[in-house]
């Protein structure tokens, strides 16, 4: 599976942002997709995961509430919906696949893909 992300840029603190995340090679429709993400001088971490079949999400305590993972596997893209941007949400944002698998913390996923940069100035 290759993952192309995008939608990152730059933003106000209060802001939202909407990350694209376009899957190709194969069908995402039997893997646990998330997101991640990376500061600078930073380890990367889990943000949000959503089950292969949309009904289960799970969230870092960080972003519960403000940021809303979601698929469309005919589509083969996930999204993730950041509302109500802090300056210490700005990172670099991966998105992650598990084969059949939630994506969670603990979880490590089988694919990765490249980073989009966000920032957010407050």
């Known amino acids: 599976v290759q993952l192309q992300a995008s939608g990152g840029g730059l933003v106000q603190a209060g802001d939202s942002l909407r990350l694209s995340c376009a899957a190709s090679?194969?069908?995402?429709?039997?893997?646990?997709m998330g997101w991640f993400r990376q500061a600078p001088g930073k380890e990367r971490v889990f943000v949000a995961g959503?089950?292969?079949?949309?009904?289960?999400?799970n969230y870092s305590d960080s972003v519960k509430g403000r940021f809303t993972i979601s698929r469309d596997n005919a589509r083969n893209t996930v999204w993730l919906q950041m509302n109500s941007l802090k300056p210490e949400d700005a990172a670099v944002y991966y998105c992650?696949?598990?084969?059949?698998?939630?994506?969670?913390?603990?979880?490590?996923?089988?694919?990765w893909g490249q980073g989009t940069l966000v920032t957010v100035s407050s």
């Open positions: 959503i089950s292969w079949d949309g009904d289960t999400t």
């Open positions: 992650a696949a598990k084969y059949w698998v939630s994506v969670a913390v603990g979880v490590q996923p089988d694919y």
């Open positions: 090679g194969r069908t995402i429709s039997n893997y646990g």
